[in-house]
C-alpha cells in the first residue's frame, strides 16, 4: 500500500546537498534494495518508495545534527543504516571528524553496515551487540528511527549511557499523546518538527531528561 501522506509532500522536500553526496545516497539507495533480496532490511511495500520513505525521511535529521558542538552520534537499532549512514554520507563533506556509532546486534544488518561504511569511506563504528547489554556509553547525540517505543528508549539513555547531550526520535499519529503520557513519569524539554516526508508524524529532540 501506498502512504498517501508521503505523496502529498513527496513534491516539496528536495535534499540541499552537493552532487557527490546525492550519487552516494542513490548508491546506498540501491545497495538496500538490492540486499533486501537476501534479508529483510526494509519492507518490501516501501521498496518503491524508498527515496523518500526511508532517504528523505532519514535526511531531514541533518538539522539536528549538524552543530559545532556535535562530534559523535549513535544510531540504535540501526538495521539497513537508516537514519545512520545516511547521516554520515551527508555529514562527511561538513565534518570529516564527525563519527556515527552503530549498534545492531543482527550479524547479516551488522556486516551490511560494514560493507556500506567501507563502500562510502565513512567514520564510523559498528557494533555488534545488544545495547540493553552496554554500559557508561558515551555520545553527543542519540538517534532512533523504528526502534523501540519512547519509554524504552527513555530507559536506555538513563541505564545505558553515561553521558549524552540530546536524543533524536521520529514519532507517528500519536506522537504528541506519547509524550504527554512520558511525561507523567520524566521530566524532559523537547522540541518537535513536523515531518518533511509525513503529514501525520513528528521529529523530536529531547534534552534535559531526568525520570521523576
Known amino acids: 500500500m501506498i502512504d498517501s501522506n508521503i505523496l502529498k509532500t513527496q513534491k516539496d522536500f528536495s535534499l540541499n546537498v552537493s552532487r557527490e553526496t546525492l550519487i552516494e545516497l542513490d548508491s546506498y539507495e540501491k545497495e538496500i534494495i538490492s540486499k533486501n533480496r537476501d534479508i529483510n532490511l526494509i519492507s518490501k511495500n516501501t521498496e518503491k518508495l524508498i527515496k523518500i520513505r526511508h532517504i528523505k525521511d532519514s535526511a531531514q535529521t541533518i538539522d539536528f545534527i549538524d552543530k559545532k558542538d556535535i562530534k559523535t552520534c549513535t544510531d540504535l537499532g540501526s538495521g539497513a543504516g537508516l537514519p545512520g549512514i545516511v547521516l554520515a554520507i551527508m555529514m562527511k563533506p561538513k565534518k570529516p571528524y564527525f563519527k556515527m556509532i552503530f549498534y545492531e546486534k543482527s550479524y547479516h544488518k551488522s556486516n551490511f553496515l560494514k560493507k556500506m561504511s567501507k563502500k562510502f569511506k565513512l567514520n564510523t563504528e559498528i557494533k555488534q551487540k545488544n545495547i540493553f547489554e552496554e554500559k557508561n556509553l558515551n555520545t553527543d547525540v542519540i538517534v532512533c528511527r523504528a526502534f523501540k517505543p519512547l519509554p524504552v528508549i ?45 503529514d501525520e508524524s513528528i521529529i523530536v529532540k529531547i534534552y534535559n531528561l531526568k525520570k521523576k
Open 154 to 198: 527513555f530507559e536506555i539513555a538513563k541505564k545505558n549511557f553515561r553521558n549524552y547531550k540530546y536524543i533524536i526520535l521520529y514519532l507517528g499519529r500519536s506522537g504528541k499523546k506519547i509524550l504527554k503520557q512520558a511525561l507523567k513519569l520524566w521530566q524532559f524539554d523537547y522540541e518537535e518538527k513536523k515531518s518533511l516526508t509525513n
